[in-house]
Nanobody, 115 residues
Framework: QVQLVESGGGLVQPGGSLRLSCAAS????????MGWYRRAPGKERELVAS???????NYADSVKGRFTISRDNARNTVYLQMNSLKPEDTAVYYC?????????WGKGTLVTVSS
């Protein structure tokens, strides 16, 4: 089993920044893809960004140029640096790890962008 624990959410004003972290533990197989998804109120869950073990990343169009995903393979940790936050970024952000042995989810961390 794999456990994912997110941290770093909170309340931020529009234009502000937050950094999310997700630490994975347990039986982690490589290669894998780690990523961040979000679910805004009344909307479907959507992919925000993902990154492979080798460092290749992918972003939703809505966050390109504002968010940066990175990972520390030695610590099995993935980060999401979020800059120039907008009210529409308000959502619960979920960490995800996807390998050939399964897909795992964290419990989520709430990000609220409001003045």
């Amino acid at each position: 089993q794999v456990q994912l624990v997110e941290s770093g959410g909170g309340l931020v004003q529009p234009g502000g920044s937050l950094r999310l972290s997700c630490a994975a533990s347990g039986s982690i197989f490589v290669p894998n893809v780690m990523g961040w998804y979000r679910r805004a109120p009344g909307k479907e869950r959507e992919l925000v960004a993902s990154i492979t073990t080798g460092g290749s990343s992918n972003y939703a169009d809505s966050v390109k140029g504002r968010f940066t995903i990175s990972r520390d393979n030695a610590r099995n940790t993935v980060y999401l640096q979020m800059n120039s936050l907008k009210p529409e970024d308000t959502a619960v952000y979920y960490c995800n790890l996807d390998s050939i042995y399964g897909k795992y989810w964290g419990k989520g961390t709430l990000v609220t962008v409001s003045s």
